[in-house]
């Protein structure tokens, strides 16, 4: 069974920082391509970090410079650190990872991040 097990929310201040994690079990993590998207209530799902296979890297503009996308694909694990926080960061943030060749696609269950003083 496969589960991509997401953690590190919580409740920070603006200017803060949080480190996420997204564990994966039942698969080999280094031959997928693993993406960070966030939710705010209301709002349409976004792309915030994107870590292929090979190890580039995508983000969006808005958090261009604060968030840091890695894979430790030892540990089966991509984390994604974020620095100088800022409210319009406030959303649920998912791990998703799609295979490189076969697009076999896993979702977890997604942690709050929450920015506010």
């Known amino acids: 069974q496969v589960q991509l097990v997401e953690s590190g929310g919580g409740l920070v201040q603006p200017g803060g920082s949080l480190r996420l994690s997204c564990a994966a079990s039942?698969?080999?993590?280094?031959?997928?391509?693993v993406t960070w998207y966030r939710q705010a209530p209301g709002k349409q799902r976004e792309l915030v970090a994107r870590?292929?296979?090979?190890?580039?890297?995508k983000y969006v503009d808005s958090v261009e410079g604060r968030f840091t996308i890695s894979r430790d694909n030892a540990k089966n694990t991509v984390c994604l650190q974020m620095n100088s926080l800022k409210p319009e960061d406030t959303a649920a943030y998912y791990c998703?990872?799609?295979?490189?060749?076969?697009?076999?696609?896993?979702w977890g269950q997604g942690t709050q991040i929450t920015v506010s003083s």
């Open positions: 998703n990872a799609v295979h490189y060749m076969d697009a076999s696609n896993y």
């Open positions: 039942g698969i080999v993590f280094s031959g997928y391509q």
């Open positions: 870590i292929g296979h090979g190890g580039s890297t």
